[in-house]
């Protein structure tokens, strides 16, 4: 699947995603949503709830291995609160996988009903999976549809590249027409996409941004880096300095005993997106 950092965010590319999507609506009778559990509301497309046309809505907090089980918690309530149906996946291990059909059924009991009462009892419920790119779209379909990936024919009135796929269990996904924008305009979200890897770290340098995901972790996962890098006290240390020290413990010097700042955030950065010093969440509701 396309990456963000190879796309433009042209107005036409969007205007072209949003009526894709509404010509598909008419053929769905809901949309799953993947987000990226460690950042569920950054990694949400601002506009899919319009684009959704009203059609119910499960969301997917995807990659729950690499966030705080405590916060995907949080937000699983959360989202219940408000209404909306939510679960929580890993599409690398398949876990939570086996919880979708039965969400889906029932995010849509009324639908089955009618079709029931129409003796329509084996017809398929049709979902569009949506999401911003990265967030595991195509993991997702592949672990639910399983190795064979039995992609359903074009159907009348789909256009010509629209992809369905048939899960086992009576649901049809149809892949997302098109590709859904982050909220590219928020300075904070940008930072947060960059911290997870799902757009390219250029928005800001380097060791900027892997400065600015110390200041974010250290409030809350400050113990996770003290042990990762055994840096013992940072007590009134700025990021800056931290950078420095966890540079010093894996000896990335330069010439004359200079600590290679640069390698260190490369470093923590890579760190970070795999998870290395444990599972972490940086938004709550
Ligand atoms: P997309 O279609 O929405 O663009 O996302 P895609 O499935 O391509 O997934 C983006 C990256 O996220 C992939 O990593 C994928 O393996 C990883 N990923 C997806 N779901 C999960 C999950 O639940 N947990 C974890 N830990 N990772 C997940 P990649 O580095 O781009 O590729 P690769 O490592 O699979 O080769």
Redesign the pocket.
């Known amino acids: 699947?396309a990456e963000i950092q190879d796309i433009q965010w042209f107005p036409g590319h969007m205007t072209r995603t949003k009526r894709k999507i509404k010509e598909s609506l008419k053929l769905i009778d809901a949309v799953a949503e993947?987000v990226d559990a460690r950042v569920p509301m950054s990694s949400r497309n601002p506009d899919l709830t319009e684009m959704s046309g009203g059609k119910p809505r499960l969301i997917l907090l995807?990659?729950c291995?690499?966030a705080d089980p405590e916060a995907t918690k949080k937000w699983l309530s959360w989202f219940e609160k408000n209404g909306i149906k939510a679960i929580a996946?890993?599409?690398?291990s398949g876990t939570g996988i086996k919880s979708f059909t039965p969400a889906v059924k029932e995010l849509l009991s009324d639908r089955l009903m009618a079709l029931k009462n129409k003796g329509m009892e084996g017809k398929a419920l049709r979902v569009m999976v949506a999401?911003i790119?990265?967030?595991?779209?195509?993991?997702f379909i592949n672990r639910i549809v399983g190795g064979t990936k039995a992609k359903v024919e074009d159907r009348p009135g789909v256009t010509r590249g629209n992809q369905w796929f048939s899960v086992h269990g009576g649901i049809d996904l149809l892949d997302t027409p098109g590709v859904l924008w982050p909220k590219f305009d928020d300075k904070i979200v940008g930072e947060r996409l960059a911290f997870t890897g799902a757009i390219r770290d250029n928005i800001l340098d380097t060791e900027t941004l892997a400065m600015r995901l110390i200041e974010t972790l250290m409030p809350m996962y400050g113990d996770n880096i003290r042990e990762r890098y055994k840096l013992g006290d940072t007590e009134g240390l700025d990021s800056y300095e931290i950078l420095t020290l966890i540079g010093r413990k894996r000896g990335m010097l330069i010439g004359g005993g200079e600590i290679d700042t640069e390698r260190a955030a490369i470093m923590l950065l890579d760190e970070f997106r795999s998870a290395k010093f444990g599972r972490i969440t940086l938004e709550l509701p």
């Open positions: 699947m993947i995807n990659k291995d690499m996946v890993d599409c690398k999401g790119p990265n967030v595991g779209k195509s993991s």
